[in-house]
């Protein structure tokens, strides 16, 4: 008898002589690389270094696409956005020790996001390996031990035989869901020397799917169908998963306001008569939440910025459908459903009933009306200005990345997505420093649409070396820089608590952004408020990278979970 899992697949002919005769001049490099063309990666980024020379060699002899930046965290970003757009995990290629660990924050970022990024580092010799003191440069005791709390999951190669199979078991890692970052070391001696194995051939792996339990679904489905205030949370999971049509079918049936996440930006349609929008940093909108007697939360944690600074507190019945363990209910009971959420809102469609609810859209524009009502009080026009004139400019379908300034607040609350995995931000880690790079990530992943990048100026200045990456490689990259002379929330904050801020650490003497964009051959201008909408057309509209400078001092809309 015949066995599944007894059948072999067996080399043809031209294979197996291929595999006796490997090409002369192959070292440890080319099996890294050669994994990932199996594997099916076509873009690559990373910085060179003296340790991770023998993969960089190797590129040479490979039809992969490199893409280098000039800093390893901006590099770890723009694979951080290459795999949020694509889907495929993506290699990052890193040097030992300073080049490694200068990734970490974008490692993080990624981790929080759950964007799949692979992380390729070299190692000090093998002999270095163990934790000796032996003296090799970049040396640290544990190197793997810096990334263990911060990624998936680690692998070290530490003979060529181990180099596909590790390469290959981290790829699943990272495109196992929850997506994530995952670090793979190898020796420096591993990858330069010369190598006899076969040239790698095959790299198929197949992630495994996280179905949820059909007990628990079946509950969900009779909670929300017997519901009389059912409302849905929907967060970046349902983006994610690229479940926003399922979900979409799920709240019609049900008559079920949703409100996105911050991170499930463009899950929902904006204007949908069912449609809370993101004003999760709103009591009006806390209240309504809080008032359900069934609460559907998907792919969301409900961490501090989802429930509104923790204040939140639901008085019905949460179910919360979440891919990442470690999140279900860590913050609320719930009926907890450890799913992906595509699979999820799949399996509530084939179950639920439907309700007839005509008062739920009236009951949306109330709250929606109430949150405008206490915004236009504030006498915020400018900043409402801005994101409009940043809305009109934009295509529909093009990318946006923004970095944790004032404008990226707003838009966290009041900007239209308009279509799922089109709005990111580094709200995951709250990094600065994300947007620009990122940005650079997204136009190598797809070419068809311009992509913006929003910066203040002092996130900016974590990227400026990038604008000689978007120039070398001609990256279709409109970044828009706002500049308020300083770290503006963090003036905000240390006057809203001290009553003044630290002038020497918020305020920032700083370049003309403009004229520095021009030195790298980069198109710079400065615009006003008036003018912001028709320049950022302009730019967004012409093909190549270019900057946009507004200097502008924004305010944030006053926060509603203080009081």
């Known amino acids: 008898m015949t066995h599944d899992h007894d059948l072999v697949l067996r080399p043809t002919a031209a294979q197996t002589q291929a595999a006796l005769n490997p090409p002369p001049g192959r070292t440890g490099g080319d099996l890294v690389v050669e994994s990932l063309a199996g594997l099916g990666a076509t873009t690559v980024f990373g910085l060179p270094g003296q340790h991770a020379l023998g993969v960089f060699d190797a590129l040479r002899r490979s039809d992969l696409r490199y893409i280098g930046l000039r800093v390893e965290n901006n590099a770890g970003f723009a694979a951080d956005a290459y795999g949020r757009i694509t889907g495929e995990a993506a290699p990052l290629l890193l040097s030992t020790g300073p080049g490694a660990l200068t990734s970490?924050?974008?490692?993080?970022?990624?981790?929080?996001?759950?964007?799949?990024?692979?992380?390729?580092?070299?190692?000090?010799?093998?002999?270095?390996?163990?934790?000796?003191?032996?003296?090799?440069?970049?040396?640290?005791?544990?190197?793997?031990?810096?990334?263990?709390?911060?990624?998936?999951?680690?692998?070290?190669?530490?003979?060529?035989?181990?180099?596909?199979?590790?390469?290959?078991?981290?790829?699943?890692?990272?495109?196992?869901?929850?997506?994530?970052?995952?670090?793979?070391?190898?020796?420096?001696?591993?990858?330069?020397?010369?190598?006899?194995?076969?040239?790698?051939?095959?790299?198929?792996?197949?992630?495994?799917?996280?179905?949820?339990?059909?007990?628990?679904?079946?509950?969900?489905?009779?909670?929300?169908?017997?519901?009389?205030?059912?409302?849905?949370?929907?967060?970046?999971?349902?983006?994610?998963?690229?479940?926003?049509?399922?979900?979409?079918?799920?709240?019609?049936?049900?008559?079920?306001?949703?409100?996105?996440?911050?991170?499930?930006?463009?899950?929902?349609?904006?204007?949908?008569?069912?449609?809370?929008?993101?004003?999760?940093?709103?009591?009006?909108?806390?209240?309504?939440?809080?008032?359900?007697?069934?609460?559907?939360?998907?792919?969301?944690?409900?961490?501090?910025?989802?429930?509104?600074?923790?204040?939140?507190?639901?008085?019905?019945?949460?179910?919360?459908?979440?891919?990442?363990?470690?999140?279900?209910?860590?913050?609320?009971?719930?009926?907890?459903?450890?799913?992906?959420?595509?699979?999820?809102?799949?399996?509530?469609l084939e179950t639920a009933g439907e309700r007839t609810d005509p008062a739920a859209p009236e009951r949306v524009r109330e709250v929606l009306d109430r949150v405008r009502a206490r915004i236009a009080a504030q006498g915020l026009?400018?900043?409402?200005?801005?994101?409009?004139?940043?809305?009109?400019?934009?295509?529909?379908?093009?990318?946006?990345?923004?970095?944790?300034?004032?404008?990226?607040?707003?838009?966290?609350?009041?900007?239209?997505?308009?279509?799922?995995?089109?709005?990111?931000?580094?709200?995951?880690?709250?990094?600065?420093?994300?947007?620009?790079?990122?940005?650079?990530?997204?136009?190598?992943?797809?070419?068809?649409?311009?992509?913006?990048?929003?910066?203040?100026?002092?996130?900016?200045?974590?990227?400026?070396?990038?604008?000689?990456?978007?120039r070398q490689y001609d990256l279709n990259v409109t970044w828009l820089i706002v500049d308020d002379g300083g770290y503006g929330i963090l003036r905000a904050y240390m006057t809203d608590v001290f009553g003044t801020p630290t002038a020497t650490a918020t305020d920032l003497p700083g370049p003309d952004f403009a004229a520095l964009a021009e030195s790298f051959g980069v198109p710079g201008v400065r615009t006003g408020p008036e003018t912001l909408e028709r320049d950022l057309a302009k730019a967004l509209t012409t093909p190549g990278p270019s900057v946009v400078v507004l200097p502008a001092v924004l305010r944030m809309f006053a926060p509603t979970h203080a009081g």
């Open 104 to 348: 970490l924050a974008a490692l993080q970022e990624a981790r929080a996001a759950s964007a799949p990024v692979l992380a390729i580092s070299s190692q000090v010799p093998a002999a270095g390996l163990g934790g000796g003191r032996h003296g090799y440069l970049h040396e640290l005791p544990d190197q793997a031990a810096s990334f263990r709390g911060v990624v998936k999951s680690v692998h070290t190669a530490r003979t060529q035989s181990q180099i596909p199979s590790a390469i290959a078991e981290a790829w699943t890692s990272a495109l196992t869901v929850p997506h994530g970052p995952v670090w793979v070391e190898i020796p420096q001696d591993v990858l330069l020397a010369e190598t006899s194995i076969p040239v790698v051939s095959g790299g198929d792996t197949f992630p495994e799917e996280l179905p949820p339990r059909p007990e628990l679904t079946a509950v969900a489905a009779d909670l929300l169908t017997r519901a009389e205030r059912p409302a849905i949370i929907a967060g970046g999971g349902v983006v994610r998963a690229d479940a926003a049509k399922k979900l979409r079918q799920l709240a019609e049936r049900l008559q079920a306001p949703v409100v996105t996440t911050f991170g499930g930006k463009g899950a929902f349609p904006w204007t949908h008569p069912l449609s809370l929008q993101s004003w999760l940093e709103d009591r009006h909108t806390t209240d309504f939440l809080e008032d359900a007697d069934v609460l559907l939360v998907i792919g969301s944690g409900l961490g501090e910025l989802s429930s509104n600074y923790h204040t939140f507190k639901p008085r019905g019945r949460v179910i919360q459908i979440e891919a990442d363990l470690g999140k279900l209910e860590s913050n609320h009971p719930a009926l907890g459903i450890h799913a992906d959420a595509r699979l999820a809102l799949q399996a509530l």
């Open 381 to 470: 026009t400018l900043e409402q200005d801005v994101l409009a004139a940043v809305r009109k400019a934009l295509p529909p379908r093009a990318p946006s990345f923004w970095d944790m300034t004032i404008l990226a607040y707003w838009a966290w609350s009041a900007f239209d997505a308009k279509a799922p995995n089109t709005m990111h931000s580094a709200q995951g880690s709250g990094g600065l420093g994300y947007a620009y790079p990122a940005a650079l990530g997204a136009a190598a992943a797809d070419p068809t649409h311009p992509v913006l990048a929003v910066s203040g100026d002092g996130g900016a200045l974590y990227s400026i070396a990038e604008l000689a990456t978007a």
